[in-house]
């Protein structure tokens, strides 16, 4: 069976601040695009069972700052080892490849002329008002921003990010994340 990535980008209830531990955070709500199907999908706390077999059946699992915020988070409420996700982290490639960390909205602003819709703190806010709605159109347009950086990566093999200097190219390579066949045997998650 072919596998697909999924680009993935979750919001949560608490800050580090509160908690010191990622799976501490709780989920508010998860946001993906699934290349298997060509589709942006919205996920709630109380519908993250239908969400992972999605990641397990993924040939990556794809998104910014996943390896160290995203999936530790979603240790939380998974009854497998979230580890065995295979990732592709955009945040840590452009880390090894120019020593140091750079945020989202730095990249898609100079690589893209786009700007992320608010942050992280302001998504919380969401959820403690109840703002559902503009909570899961924030998520979803962090993936999908996401997603559009990785695309044009793929395609151009350079993102670029700004400096004392100017407009500075990073050079990628991350065809290999969309056309991978690899082979996870991920052990599935029951049903319930």
């Known amino acids: 069976m072919k596998k697909f990535p999924v680009v993935l980008d979750l919001e949560t209830k608490h800050t580090f601040r509160e908690f010191s531990e990622p799976r501490d955070l709780g989920i508010t709500v998860v946001a993906i695009y ?3 199907d ?3 999908k919205v996920f709630t706390e109380k ?3 239908k969400l992972f077999p999605i990641l397990e059946s993924a040939s990556y699992v794809i998104g910014y700052n996943v390896r160290n915020f995203d999936v530790p988070v979603l240790q939380g409420y998974y009854p497998g080892n979230v ?13 090894e490849k120019i020593g140091r960390r750079l945020s989202l909205n730095e990249l898609i602003t100079t690589t893209l002329g786009k700007k992320k819709t608010g942050h992280g703190l302001q998504a919380i806010e969401f959820y403690k008002e109840g703002r559902w709605e503009e909570l899961k159109k924030y998520c979803m347009d962090d993936t999908m921003l996401t997603k559009e950086l990785f695309e044009y990566g793929m395609k151009n093999q350079e993102i670029f990010y700004l400096n004392e200097v100017g407009k500075i190219s990073i050079k990628v390579d991350w065809k290999k994340y969309l056309e991978s066949q690899e082979s996870n045997d991920m052990p599935l998650t029951l049903p319930f």
């Open 83 to 95: 580890e065995n996700f295979p990732l592709f982290d955009i945040m840590d490639d452009v880390r």
């Open 38 to 40: 060509n589709t942006p």
């Open 34 to 36: 699934d290349y298997a």
């Open 47 to 49: 519908e993250l069972n």
